[in-house]
């Protein structure tokens, strides 16, 4: 096989790729066996294995179209932006992420580190596991890759040139209709809504109007702030964890955007792990979710402020008073987009398993709950200055619906 034109590849075919073109990764007498163990909405994922020496590498390719639905018709460039980012986030974040090998143009796939001595974080914490070093690193990895490529830091048209190098239109647009549109507006899209509480989600989500005004304000935010080059799509299932290690992969989505939304996203991720674990009533993994979630909320502000006062020498952003308007600002759209997040996944057409996986009544408390305190996340996003604000947020929500009358 020649890989000089591309097609989409079945395990024997990545098997063979891999032996013709990245033998250099492998032990002279290699013998390959392949498995595809991708579970995401969009691409492939291959785990090529040297039965001889067992070492093993991932083959992230992208289809035409996502693994979801058909519906979604996608450029396979995607995989470059993947490939050139993880390489500035090691720049940014050494340790953060996983090593990158190779990037095929034409087969758009790139080569990476296997990554099986980590599990998804997702999965882990619906295992009630918990991991001390999270709040720490997803703090260092956010403050990074944020702040250090945002025009505070970057000169002015070295940050340009990042951002046409990286925009991301078809990406964007799935962010800006499944999580900005679609969520808060009940025709013409493809949401998919607890039977249990359908009548809810009208009466509480879909019939505010103040809510369907907060967050189409929050959308331009999302496509018209350029602030800093994002993960954008940063929840527990783009989170590769061991208990002395964190991994962030799967940064296709990928642009200049609010620095918020990253923060967000792994706020309310956190939050569906509460969620998950109260269902369960795990109170010990419950207050180490709450714990994490305040700590990595404060370790960002802290961190923020003084890589903020180490790197920033442009002149405007050094006037008095700038960095903590800055600051307030990020604070205040990763609330925003901590609700959002919460809606979009129980409501949207993308859900998260810490939720699908409950039945019944327990489901339908777990889905209020998100979905209460996410509303006073959006309509009263200026509020949110440290962890125990977002804390207090879910922990009234949870007061509201109290358990007896749901189970
Ligand atoms: C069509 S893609 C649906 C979702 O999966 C990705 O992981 C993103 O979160 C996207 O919104
Ligand atoms: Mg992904």
């Excluded at 008073?321 to 307030?328: D, I, P, Q, R, W």
Aim: charged share 25%; aromatic share 12%.
């Amino acid at each position: 096989m020649k890989f000089d034109t591309y097609f989409t590849m079945n395990e024997s075919e990545a098997a063979t790729y891999a032996s013709e073109k990245l033998a250099y990764l492998f032990a002279d007498d290699f013998s390959l066996s392949c498995k595809e163990i991708g579970d995401g909405n969009l691409n492939y994922i291959f785990k090529v294995t040297d039965k001889r020496s067992n070492h093993s590498i991932i083959i992230k390719q992208s289809g035409p179209v996502a693994r979801i639905s058909d519906e979604f018709k996608l450029s396979p460039d995607r995989n470059r932006i993947e490939y050139e980012i993880l390489k500035l986030q090691q720049q940014f974040a050494p340790g953060l992420v996983p090593k990158v090998y190779a990037y095929d143009p034409i087969m758009h796939c790139t080569v990476m580190d296997d990554l099986s001595d980590h599990q998804i974080m997702r999965r882990a914490l619906m295992e009630f596991q918990t991991f001390p070093k999270f709040a720490q690193d997803i703090s260092d990895f956010m403050v990074n890759t944020l702040l250090l490529t945002s025009d505070v830091v970057l000169e002015h048209k070295q940050k340009k040139d990042l951002v046409r190098n990286f925009i991301n239109p078809q990406l964007c647009e799935i962010t800006e209709d499944l999580v900005y549109t679609e969520p808060f507006n009940d025709n013409k899209n493809r949401n998919d809504v607890f039977e249990l509480n359908r009548s809810w989600v009208s009466e509480h989500i879909y019939d505010s109007l103040p809510l369907r005004l907060e967050t189409a304000k929050l959308k331009f935010e999302f496509m018209n702030h350029a602030q800093s080059l994002i993960h954008g799509d940063l929840h527990t299932g783009s989170i590769f964890v061991r208990q002395d290690s964190t991994k962030v992969i799967d940064p296709e989505f990928a642009f200049f955007g609010p620095i918020g939304y990253d923060v967000g996203n792994v706020i309310a991720n956190l939050i569906f792990s509460w969620a998950h674990s109260d269902a369960h009533q795990q109170s010990d993994h419950k207050r180490w979710v709450e714990e994490t979630l305040v700590a990595t909320v404060d370790l960002f502000i802290t961190k923020f402020s003084s890589v903020w006062d180490q790197k920033v020498t442009e002149v405007s952003a050094l006037t008095p008073g700038f960095k903590e308007y800055y600051l307030s600002q990020v604070m205040s759209d990763s609330a925003g987009v901590t609700g959002l997040e919460l809606c979009r996944r129980i409501i949207g057409l993308a859900h998260v398993k810490d939720i699908t996986s409950l039945t019944g009544n327990i489901r339908l408390r777990a889905e209020r709950i998100c979905l209460t305190a996410a509303k006073e996340f959006i309509l009263e996003r200026g509020k949110y200055c440290c962890g125990l604000d977002f804390l207090q947020t879910f922990k009234k929500a949870e007061a509201a619906f109290a358990r007896e009358d749901y189970v």
